[in-house]
């Protein structure tokens, strides 16, 4: 192996601790720091504060083999660190302002910690000129010999296959102004031989944002074409499948659904648009992307409203809570907004989820959580799937259909074909497809 680093990792969330076991895992000695107590004590005894499949296994195997400690001194993570990767939370006020508060913080920290030069390297999907004013930052605050170099480095893993997407990234973006912290940050993630694309800070910065954007922007799309096809009598899945074998256009992203969710697109997407805003542009596009998925999940009550008929007293079973499968976050779920809207139309709501109906209580505490999927569907008047969880799509469906007081499926992500549905004896209705019997 090449040089063996000391890195230290602020913020041990979704991106900080998978970031960090992995770096542990390349041979690098790390230091994951966190304020938060009770994750880091959970942490240092081998628990989990997330679900993130693979993770616990390479967490504990890097713990044992002493490449891997957690702290909540976030000073000692300074200090016995070169390379300093910063994964804070970026969250997004309602007028789409990122709140940098916790960024902020850390930056405080650094210059008040700092005994030796160290790289900074902005993994938190931070605005535009960030890393510029962060360094001049630092090298206000702190001893003139010492060196402070930032450079961006975005996060491009999903939740739900962060190891994965870790060691084989599609891309790594490298964005410095200063030659060799950007070599020496380009040659840590070498080993993963991948395209590294190094570039200037600002557009490092800028290509966070634009490509989760543009993402989102192939969701709306498609979500809006599911509409047209409603209307016309197409189906949405075949027609983003003819779309996406165009390889102009490619197949990912094309799934027609309830709109996109999670800590990431929605908060990105409202930051690039104030972005443009603060510069004098008006984004027209990306203003309609964010407005089409927050109909996307007004519209899907509709369907159920329209498929159920008054929902007062009704009880409907909701499948998946998490945003997306294989992960346990409901930052800005769908099915939060979907169960909120039943509940204020006076439907009694029995929702299963295989992962986070744990957590969930605290944002659901007038829903019923249960962590077995057919006491969710006993005697139900609706279904209504909200993630595609392999673990819905798995279950017995025969079963389901003897449990069930209305044999109605309201599906947000279109997991069955609507024929098989209908052999079973639903009646089934999905997004840009036409209802079977
Ligand atoms: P998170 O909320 O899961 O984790 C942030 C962690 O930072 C928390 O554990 C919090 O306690 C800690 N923290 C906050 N302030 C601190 C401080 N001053 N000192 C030490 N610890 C502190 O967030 P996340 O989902 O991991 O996202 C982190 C960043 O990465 C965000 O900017 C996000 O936009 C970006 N990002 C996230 C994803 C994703 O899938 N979650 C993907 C790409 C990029």
Sequence with gaps: MAQVHRIAVIGTGYVGLVSGTCFAEMGHQVICADRDEGKIARLQ??????????????????????RLSFTSLISDAIVE???????????????????????????????????????IVMKSTVPVGTGRWVEEQLKSLVAAHLDM?????????????????????????????????????????????????????ESAELIKYASNAFLAAKISFINEMAHVCEKVGANVGLVAKGMGLDRRIGPHFLNAGIGYGGSCFPKDTKAQLKLAQNVDYDFKILRSVI????????????????????????????????????????RDAPALDIIAALKDRGAIVNAYDPVSTGHAARLLPEVNLLTDPYLALNEADAVVITTEWEDIRRLN???????????????????????????????????????VA
Excluded at 45 to 66: C, D, F, R, T
Excluded at 181 to 191: D, F, Q, V, W
């Design 45 to 66: 005894q081998g628990g989990m504060p997330i679900y993130e499949p693979g993770l616990k296994e390479l967490v504990s195997s890097n713990l044992l083999a002493q």
């Design 81 to 119: 660190s070169d390379i300093i990767f910063i994964a804070v939370g970026t969250p997004t006020e309602d007028n789409g302002d990122v709140d940098m508060t916790q960024v902020n913080s850390v930056i405080a920290s650094i210059a008040a910690y700092s005994t030796t030069s160290k790289i």
């Design 149 to 201: 170099h930032v450079v961006s480095n975005p996060e491009f893993l999903r939740e739900g296959s962060a190891i994965e997407d870790t060691f084989h990234p599609d891309r790594v973006v490298i964005g410095a102004d200063h030659p060799e912290a950007g070599a020496r940050i380009a040659a840590l993630h070498a080993p993963l031989r991948t395209e590294l694309l190094l570039t200037d800070r």
């Design 291 to 330: 407005e089409v998925n927050h109909l996307q999940r007004e519209r899907f009550v509709h369907k159920i409203e329209q498929a159920v008929g008054n929902l007062n007293g009704k009880q409907i079973a909701v499948l998946g809570l998490a945003f997306k499968p294989n992960t346990d976050d409901l």
């Design 397 to 435: 469906w025969r079963l389901v259909r003897g449990l069930v007081k209305q044999p109605l499926i309201v599906d947000g992500r279109n997991i069955f074909e609507p024929e098989e549905m209908s052999r079973l004896g639903f009646t089934y209705v999905s997004i840009g497809r036409k209802t």
